[in-house]
């Protein structure tokens, strides 16, 4: 009985508790409480420590946090992409009249129509995720991963085999296929890995050969052609439609009314570069991999597998590109359409100013992905809605994307901005105020 109402007891003290802090509270919004200035008193104070010293603070903390590295990638990715967006603004005032309203659209994007192109702008950039996180990580362990569009073929390879030959309930032929296509751009990546870990073969070189390799391996393997000389007249498209075994939409299309496009895939992507953060930062094997990207002569002296780490970066890399292309094809909307005579997806391309935007981040790769997807279909608004034609829109996002390549640029900018200079002159001459009293004492 007694610690029955001795619970009730504690009940009553922790309310009471809780309603004394909400009471100080409140009265410390009129009169100092607990010698505390009042709130709003404080309130001034912190937004004033944002720009200049105080009493609290030995600099702005505006000023500390810009030499945070993440938020000054972040700084330089925001600058690379309004450089280029102006740079758009001023090419299109050569049609004064319409300028300001392509300007309009082009920053509204995937906003203009929401939330149906919202649901666009996140399936288009599923697969730009996916060729984002597949160069970056490589990056991370000091690897240029130009090879994306070649692991992204045969990632779409090995799916589609999959989703059109294999039987069984949907939703098993789905993963089989989804998986099949990350095994594809898992072995299309250890070839520029291992020649790169074992043979010291630069892997871009390497990865630009397996690209051409690829995408005429994939043209014979859906042609049937048995590596025959094609004539003129078959220079044919054939749709490949895997209807039936299609990404399943989780009532995201509820979420985005309108949008067709929209399936669970995006949800899989953000998932897998979370995945990819903490590996690459919260654990023994990303330390080991960034080890061996920034010096791989110290980490093999470290005990570190070098060899094994770069075959590993590559592979991990192409099953990435892998998966985006095997997750982007079975949607419903899209039917891999190939011909004799073809180019490289571009989306692998696209993966490596997404990497570059995104410093290579994980979480960065996310949100400028959907930047990528949201700034093109602000471009069809603008062709659509203005005087302006596709290669307008064109030229906009290519020189947003150019930019990307500039982040690291402004990084290292902000970087010397953020360090304090040092007084030469001062330097000099405590210098020789040191020299002249150690000659004093030298000559007694």
Same mark, same amino acid.
């Given at each position: 009985m007694n610690k029955f109402i001795a619970f009730f007891v504690a009940i009553g003290k922790w309310f009471k508790n809780v309603g004394v802090a909400i009471g100080k509270w409140f009265k410390n919004w009129f009169v100092p409480v607990d010698g505390k200035a009042i709130i709003p008193v404080?309130?001034?104070?912190?937004?004033?420590?944002?720009?200049?010293?105080?009493?609290?603070?030995?600099?702005?903390?505006?000023?500390?946090?810009?030499?945070?590295?993440?938020?000054?990638?972040?700084?330089?990715?925001? #600058?690379?992409?309004?450089?280029?967006?102006?740079?758009?603004?001023?090419? #299109?005032?050569?049609?004064?009249?319409?300028?300001?309203?392509?300007?309009?659209?082009?920053?509204?994007?995937?906003?203009?129509?929401?939330?149906?192109?919202?649901?666009?702008?996140?399936?288009?950039?599923?697969?730009?995720? #996916?060729?984002?996180?597949?160069?970056?990580?490589?990056?991370?362990?000091?690897?240029f991963n130009i090879g994306a569009p070649g692991q992204y073929l045969m990632g779409t390879l090995f799916s589609l085999l999959v989703a059109l030959n294999f039987h069984g309930p949907v939703w098993l032929v789905w993963i089989c296929a989804v998986l099949a296509g990350a095994v594809g751009g898992a072995l299309w990546g250890a070839i520029p890995g291992l020649f790169k870990a074992f043979l010291n073969i630069n892997e871009v070189i390497a990865s630009i050969m397996c690209n051409w390799i690829a995408i005429n391996f994939v043209a014979w393997i859906f042609s049937g052609s048995s590596m025959t000389n094609p004539s003129i007249n078959s220079y044919v498209k054939k749709p490949i439609d895997v209807t039936g075994v299609t990404n399943p939409k989780l009532g995201l299309d509820k979420i985005f009314v309108g949008s067709q496009k929209i399936d669970c895939t995006i949800l899989i992507a953000i998932a897998i570069a979370i995945i990819a953060y903490i590996i690459m930062n919260k654990t023994t094997f990303g330390f080991e991999l960034q080890a061996t990207g920034k010096n791989k002569f110290a980490a093999k002296y470290a005990g570190i597998k070098d060899k094994r780490n770069i075959a590993l970066s590559m592979i991990i890399a192409g099953s990435f590109a892998g998966l985006g292309a095997a997750m982007y094809w079975l949607s419903n909307q899209n039917a891999y359409q190939w011909q004799n005579t073809s180019s490289l997806p571009a989306v692998g391309f696209n993966g490596i100013p997404v990497a570059l935007l995104a410093s290579s981040n994980p979480i960065g790769v996310i949100l400028s992905a959907y930047f990528i997807a949201h700034i093109n279909i602000g471009g069809f608004y603008v062709t659509s809605n203005t005087v302006y034609n596709e290669k307008i829109t064109d030229i906009i996002v290519a020189v947003v994307v150019y930019l990307s390549a500039f982040s690291m640029l402004f990084k290292g900018q902000i970087t010397k901005w953020m360090t304090p200079k040092t007084n030469t002159k001062q330097i000099v001459e405590v210098i020789d105020v040191n020299d002249s009293a150690d000659d004093g004492e030298e000559s007694k």
């Amino acid at each position: 009985m007694n610690k029955f109402i001795a619970f009730f007891v504690a009940i009553g003290k922790w309310f009471k508790n809780v309603g004394v802090a909400i009471g100080k509270w409140f009265k410390n919004w009129f009169v100092p409480v607990d010698g505390k200035a009042i709130i709003p008193v404080r309130i001034g104070r912190w937004f004033k420590s944002l720009f200049v010293k105080t009493d609290d603070v030995d600099e702005p903390r505006l000023k500390t946090l810009l030499k945070k590295d993440g938020v000054k990638s972040f700084v330089a990715t925001l #600058m690379s992409i309004f450089i280029g967006i102006f740079i758009g603004f001023l090419i #299109m005032l050569y049609k004064p009249s319409n300028a300001f309203v392509g300007l309009k659209y082009l920053l509204l994007g995937s906003f203009s129509n929401a939330p149906k192109t919202i649901g666009d702008a996140l399936f288009d950039a599923t697969p730009l995720i #996916m060729t984002g996180l597949s160069v970056a990580f490589a990056y991370k362990v000091g690897l240029f991963n130009i090879g994306a569009p070649g692991q992204y073929l045969m990632g779409t390879l090995f799916s589609l085999l999959v989703a059109l030959n294999f039987h069984g309930p949907v939703w098993l032929v789905w993963i089989c296929a989804v998986l099949a296509g990350a095994v594809g751009g898992a072995l299309w990546g250890a070839i520029p890995g291992l020649f790169k870990a074992f043979l010291n073969i630069n892997e871009v070189i390497a990865s630009i050969m397996c690209n051409w390799i690829a995408i005429n391996f994939v043209a014979w393997i859906f042609s049937g052609s048995s590596m025959t000389n094609p004539s003129i007249n078959s220079y044919v498209k054939k749709p490949i439609d895997v209807t039936g075994v299609t990404n399943p939409k989780l009532g995201l299309d509820k979420i985005f009314v309108g949008s067709q496009k929209i399936d669970c895939t995006i949800l899989i992507a953000i998932a897998i570069a979370i995945i990819a953060y903490i590996i690459m930062n919260k654990t023994t094997f990303g330390f080991e991999l960034q080890a061996t990207g920034k010096n791989k002569f110290a980490a093999k002296y470290a005990g570190i597998k070098d060899k094994r780490n770069i075959a590993l970066s590559m592979i991990i890399a192409g099953s990435f590109a892998g998966l985006g292309a095997a997750m982007y094809w079975l949607s419903n909307q899209n039917a891999y359409q190939w011909q004799n005579t073809s180019s490289l997806p571009a989306v692998g391309f696209n993966g490596i100013p997404v990497a570059l935007l995104a410093s290579s981040n994980p979480i960065g790769v996310i949100l400028s992905a959907y930047f990528i997807a949201h700034i093109n279909i602000g471009g069809f608004y603008v062709t659509s809605n203005t005087v302006y034609n596709e290669k307008i829109t064109d030229i906009i996002v290519a020189v947003v994307v150019y930019l990307s390549a500039f982040s690291m640029l402004f990084k290292g900018q902000i970087t010397k901005w953020m360090t304090p200079k040092t007084n030469t002159k001062q330097i000099v001459e405590v210098i020789d105020v040191n020299d002249s009293a150690d000659d004093g004492e030298e000559s007694k």
